[in-house]
């Protein structure tokens, strides 16, 4: 990437980039926060209010990423920094029953069709770990099949098609190239993987009548959220659990990105799909660090000690007290009124979509904004729309995503320059913080070659 000389004084951000770097790799602690997509170096983030942020060197930013979702209502809510407060002073955690964890449970449960029962991990990553383990237990079968460019976070056989690759590297639709994320996985961990390309019912199903019957499950985002933002055509999602009951394999959806966010009872309730099992994670914390797995007792209470065929699901840190309170205010907050927050954030989005998809005409500009309400993502690109990973990877022109966020970020935006990733609307975010980014946007533009 060719660096990007920032006209923001940003010498303490700067400075305390390169004593990071010292004892941390990359000076960070996630490769998506680093270098790999800032340049020539992140923001140092120092405190949040609201949609705002400030980095060390006191610039202020209107912020559209939120903890990568994780912030629903914005940051330091005034609840959650009362509910925090008090719940600290009579101590962080005991790793026993607490009432706070029901309270959180009973809330989760009233919001989440799906969720006869829940159980709490910390981070999503571990959810899906957790509804892979539950998958294989219940079905008796290891296989399991994911989607080309879906992420379910790190556990090793996930990592695969996680990233994109050259148009023309990537295989036959029916089989595709196979790209392990990382070093350091054994590749019989991948044997047990199917891959198929995600919006293409045709293909799925010929790759099913080849394996569907060693499949434990199909795993998939409802909404296509790690390749920026691509939407399912219309009715693809319940033909996919459709298809994945034809074989006997269970249907897991992966609303780690979307739950709590499209609707109280996430993506489930938004396109009326009954998941075996569903993971969550980020917006359920409000930035407290939380994972959980939902679904039937008929498959979760295979967790149950002692019993036949017993899932093993153990954690220090499950049901973390304080996360537990901030759990059940944020779940509060956002049903408060029957749910009126939720017609908020998608004004707000759609305000922001509309804007911005207006300037790209008005300015000539090939690109286009996909999603709606609550997370969106912007693809400069001739089509009119990008359907899946291979659209992504051949028709983004994603070093031009990056140099329009990075102008952006000199206009007090902040996003992050990874076209992967989607912008987030908050319950913090408002009309005054759409106008600015509008207006940041085209002025961006109009110097975009
Ligand atoms: C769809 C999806 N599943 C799972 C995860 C993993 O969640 P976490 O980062 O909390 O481990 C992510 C993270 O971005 C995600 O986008």
New binding site residues.
Partial sequence: MPTITSTRNRERSNQWYQRAQQSLVEGVNSPSRGAAVYSPGPLVLERGHGSHVWDLDGNEYIDFMMS?GALIQGHAHPKIVEVVTQAIAHGSHFAAATPAESEAADRFRRMVPAAEAVRFAN??????MLALRLARAHTGRTKFLKFEG?????YDPYCLNGHSHPADKLGPRENPTRFPDSAGIPSAAFDEVVLAPWNDLETLETILRRCGRELAAIIT?PIM??MGCILPQEGYLQKVCDLAHRYGALFVL?E??TGFRYAPGGCQQYYGLQPDLS?F??ALGAGF?V?AVAGPRAILDRMRWGSDGMVLHYGTFNGHRLTMRVIAANLDLLTANAGAIYKQIYAVGDAAIAGVREIFRRRNIDAIVQGFGPMFQLYFTRRDAIHDYRDYCQYADTAKYSRFIHGLLERGIYMTPSNGLHWIVSTAHTMHDVEALLAAADEVCAGLA
Avoid: I, L
């Fill in positions: 990568f981070s999503g990553s571990e959810a899906t879906h992420y379910h976070g790190w985002e959220a790690n992966d780690v990105v993971t994670g980020k660090p994972g």
